[in-house]
């Protein structure tokens, strides 16, 4: 009885989560590219099929199926319940981070006509707040589901995206905004304010 409260936590979150991204999808659909992912295109798709499998897959396996049965660790109600909290708080985040991207937004790494640098708001601090973002999915997921196997797809997925994207992202603003990203950069971190 208890797994199943759990189960419709995590499909809120889910739910939340795929509202916020399917509007700003349909928004970015309207406008248009001036570099379609010109860096690496290929392994920009890859990156979008590489989190389907680390997060939307294994999450639906959880929530469906009890084929990852095998994966789960005893956790305290208050943990669990608290990973909502903290998830909760991620997908209001979610929201506040791809408001303040507005049209800048992209699901792959390009530049869009009429692209801005955004460096207030939720981007004053570090430089991918909605990478940040993700790793908070990270610790939520992980306590919601109380399942170590999704926990190890999902850090593995974020891992790999996070150590190639952001240098090819940084890159490709350099290339755009030049001078500005510089003194962006020297005021921000990436991740992690005034840590990382
Ligand atoms: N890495 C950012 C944005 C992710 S969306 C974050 O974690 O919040 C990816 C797109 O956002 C990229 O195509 C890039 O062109 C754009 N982008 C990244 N940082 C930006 C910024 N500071 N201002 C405007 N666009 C930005």
């Known amino acids: 009885m208890t797994e199943l409260i759990y189960k419709m936590l995590f499909a809120a979150l889910v739910i939340a989560m795929n509202f916020i991204r399917l509007y700003y999808q349909k928004r970015y659909k309207t406008t248009h590219a001036v570099t379609e992912a010109e860096i690496a295109p290929k392994r920009e798709k890859q990156m979008v099929l590489l989190m389907f499998f680390a997060l939307a897959v294994p999450g639906m396996m959880w929530l469906f199926t009890g084929w990852l049965s095998f994966g789960q660790f005893a956790a305290p109600d208050g943990i669990r319940i608290a990973g909502f909290v903290v998830g909760a708080y ?6 506040r981070i791809h408001r303040t991207l507005g049209d800048n937004w992209s699901p792959i790494l390009e530049i869009r ?8 708001g939720t981007y004053k601090r570090v430089r991918h707040p909605m990478y940040s973002d993700m790793l908070l999915w990270l610790v939520s997921f992980t306590l919601v589901t109380a399942n170590w196997f999704y926990a190890l797809t999902l850090s593995t997925g974020l891992a ?3 150590i190639i994207r952001i240098p090819d992202e940084e890159r490709l603003m350099l290339d ?12 921000t971190k990436r991740l992690i304010p005034y840590i990382f």
């Open 176 to 187: 755009r905004f030049g001078e500005q990203y510089r003194d962006y950069m020297k005021r």
């Open 90 to 95: 991620s997908m209001w985040w979610f929201y």
């Open 113 to 120: 006509v009429e692209h801005t640098l955004i460096i207030s």
């Open 160 to 162: 790999i995206m996070l």
